[in-house]
C-alpha cells in the first residue's frame, strides 16, 4: 500500500427536544387537571470507524459500525472531492460490529481525490465528507 489514511472513529449528534401541544395549554388553563408524559426514543447515531488506503488498483475503503444497528437503511454515496460530483451511491444498513469494504478503480478515479459520506435516513445531518482519499 502506497499511502494509508485513518478516518478514525466518529460519532455525529443531534439534539432532541420535546413539547406539548396547545391542547395541552388549553386544558390547563380552563382549571383542568391534565397530566401527560412524553416519552422520545433517542435517535442512533452513526458511529463509523473509515479506513481508506491507495493500492495498484485503486483505493480501497473499509467502515465497521462502532454502534448499535441502525434502524433503518442509510446512503452512502461516493463523490470526486474536487467538484463534489457524485460517482455513485449505494442503501446499506449495518448491524453491530459489521463490516464494509469497497475498491474504487483507478480508472474511476481518474488521479483525482475521492471522497465518501454517509447519510442515514433516519435523522439529518449536514453533507460533509466522511473520508477522503487521494491516489496518485
Not at 383542568?32 to 480501497?60: M, Y
Not at 462502532?66 to 452512502?76: A, D, E, H, M, S
Amino acid at each position: 500500500m502506497k499511502v494509508f489514511q485513518n478516518i478514525g472513529i466518529f460519532a455525529v449528534g443531534l439534539v432532541a427536544a420535546a413539547f406539548m401541544g396547545t391542547s395541552l395549554a388549553k386544558a390547563q388553563s380552563a382549571g383542568n387537571r391534565v397530566s401527560a408524559e412524553v416519552a422520545v426514543t433517542p435517535p442512533t447515531f452513526l458511529q463509523l470507524e473509515i479506513t481508506s488506503a491507495c493500492t495498484d488498483k485503486g483505493a480501497i475503503f473499509k467502515i465497521t459500525n462502532r454502534g448499535g444497528k441502525w434502524p433503518r437503511t442509510g446512503f452512502l454515496r461516493l463523490y470526486h472531492a474536487d467538484n463534489k460530483s457524485l460517482i455513485g451511491e449505494r442503501r446499506l444498513r449495518l448491524a453491530p460490529g459489521q463490516k464494509v469494504s469497497f475498491v474504487v478503480k483507478n480508472k474511476v478515479m481518474k488521479k483525482r481525490p475521492v471522497s465518501l459520506w454517509i447519510e442515514p435516513e433516519w435523522y439529518k445531518r449536514e453533507m460533509e465528507y466522511d473520508a477522503s482519499i487521494k491516489c496518485n
